[in-house]
Every structure is written in structure tokens, then in C-alpha cells.
């Protein structure tokens, strides 16, 4: 990041030399960005009695005032997990459930509605999003609280929702349009002429052929929450991830802001993970190894 971080440390008065310099040699801010990297990640030595210690090691640093990385992950990973599995709850089922209602009603007046609305949401950029819920459910309708945590669990209900609203109209898209394509299938004509209901065959066949592309959207979309509380916790001053790379970019803190989406990316990797393996749960023609 440009600028200089000492100097945002320090203020309006002018720090000693003797002290910049400590603070500069601690950080390797000397180096070129790809040393400064190397060293971060603990592939190569640091300068002083520390040797090797990095990410590979386990030390994801230290802000500059010395307090460990390792420790906004303690105070705020919790409370970023509990927004992003309400947004996930929240888009799921009512994505689901618009998407189905649009995929089995073709061209119908439910199908327009949902494509109306899901192109409304997913124009209008997620901060808009956030200070109209704010404005509407909080302030006007006082609904919900418009922010901070002082609540409880209500206060995670409107930002949720917010963060999780984009993601929800893809997902009714999605499975709008792989139900209807299901429906039409010869394996659902081979089904109903066999005498199964029509409920039985879109519950148990085409619902769970139709899942596919939501789980790989799924997936991919645990990386747009996360990337997505960054806007969403600073819009409802949430203390979470999301804000706390907010304030390391605004104090040019950049060991806090590469941990934490270090750490987030390591998160991403593993969500990708189980949704291969629910792949071969929904489909038994996928099998790995």
C-alpha cells in the first residue's frame, strides 16, 4: 500500500529518528516488497534473532502497535462466521425457494416477479443496498437495530440479509433456469409415464439434478461473502474481518490486511473443497480417486 505507515503511526508530531528507524528495521520496510513478501511468508530469514518466522511458521505478524495478528482472528473471526452463516442461511433458502417456484411456473406471473426482483437487487451496488435497509427497516420502521451488535443475535438479522440479498437472486436464477431445463428432461416423461407423481419426480429427481450449479455457486460464493463483509461490516459498524481490514488499509497496516485474507483465501480453498464432495453426493456419477 502507498504512503508511509510511520508516519500515519505517529501523528502530527514528528517521531525521532532513532525510533523510526527501529520501527523500520522491525518491519523490513527497507526492502524491496518481494523480500518484504519473503520474509513475511517465512520463506527467508528475517534480519534479527527471529530467523525464520512467517506464515509457513504459524506468525502472521504483528500490527504497529505489536499486537499480534493471530489475535484480531480470536476477537473478530467469530462474529464475522456468525454474519456470513446468516447471509448463507438467508440466500439459500429463499433463493431456493424463489427459484423453484420460477423454474415450475414458466413465463408465468411468480417467474417475471422473480426475475424483476433479482434484477433489481443485483443492480443496485451492496453499500446502496445497506444504508436503504438502514434507512427503511431501521430508522423509519424501527424493524431492526441500523448498527452495532448491542442486541444480540437480532443485530445480525439486517446486515445479513443485506450481504447475503445479491447472492440469493443468482441463486433463484440459477435454479430457476436448471429446474426448468430438468423438467423438460426425458427422464421426467420416463418417470410420470412410469405412474410416479409429478410431486415425487421434481421433490426426489429433477430438485437434486437442478442443485448442481447452486452448489458450485455456492462454493464460489463463500469468497464474495467474505470479500463482501468488508463493505457490509463498515456500512453497519460490525467488528468483524471485513471492518478490521477496512481500518489496517486506512492506517496502511499491510501485515493485517495479508493475514487476514491470507487466512480468508485458506477458508475459500476449503469450502471448495466439500463442495467436490458434495458433488458426488447429488450426482453418483461423479466419484474421485
Known amino acids: 500500500m502507498p ?19 527501529q520501527l523500520t528495521d522491525r518491519y523490513n520496510l527497507d526492502d524491496p516488497l518481494m523480500r518484504q513478501y519473503a520474509k513475511y511468508i517465512g520463506v527467508m530469514r528475517q534480519d534479527d534473532e527471529r530467523g525464520f518466522s512467517g506464515i509457513l511458521q504459524g506468525d ?20 464475522t462466521a456468525r454474519l456470513a452463516l446468516g447471509a448463507l442461511g438467508f440466500e439459500t433458502i429463499l433463493g431456493m425457494v424463489a427459484g423453484v417456484l420460477a423454474g415450475l411456473r414458466r413465463s408465468g406471473f411468480l417467474d417475471n416477479l422473480v426475475l ?62 436448471s429446474l426448468a431445463d430438468n423438467v423438460r428432461a426425458n427422464y421426467v416423461r420416463t418417470a410420470i409415464a412410469k405412474g410416479l407423481t409429478r410431486q415425487r419426480v421434481v421433490g426426489l429427481h429433477t430438485l437434486r439434478n437442478a442443485l448442481i450449479p447452486v452448489v458450485t455457486f455456492l462454493g464460489v460464493d463463500l469468497g464474495f461473502l467474505l470479500g463482501g463483509a468488508v463493505v457490509t461490516e463498515t456500512v453497519f459498524n460490525i ?40 458433488y458426488a453426493i447429488l450426482d453418483p456419477r461423479i466419484r474421485y480417486g
Open 239 to 278: 467488528p468483524g474481518l471485513g471492518r478490521a481490514v477496512f481500518e489496517a488499509v486506512l492506517r496502511q497496516e499491510g501485515f493485517v490486511v495479508v493475514g487476514i485474507v491470507t487466512f480468508l483465501v485458506v477458508v475459500f480453498m476449503v469450502a471448495n473443497l466439500v463442495v467436490d464432495v458434495v
Open 3 to 21: 504512503g508511509d505507515p510511520i508516519r500515519g503511526l505517529s501523528g502530527e508530531r514528528p517521531m525521532p529518528p532513532t525510533a523510526r528507524q
Open 60 to 79: 502472521f505478524g504483528q500490527d504497529f502497535r505489536g499486537r499480534p495478528v493471530s489475535a484480531h482472528f480470536r476477537e473478530r473471526l467469530p462474529v
Open 116 to 177: 424483476v426482483a433479482t434484477t433489481a437487487v443485483i443492480s443496485i451496488p451492496m453499500f446502496v443496498l445497506g444504508f436503504l435497509t438502514q434507512l427503511l427497516l431501521g430508522v423509519k420502521f424501527g424493524i431492526f437495530p441500523v448498527a452495532g451488535l448491542r442486541q444480540g443475535w437480532i443485530s445480525y438479522v439486517l446486515p445479513s440479509m443485506v450481504l447475503g440479498s445479491v447472492s440469493l437472486a443468482f441463486i433463484a436464477r440459477l435454479l430457476r433456469t
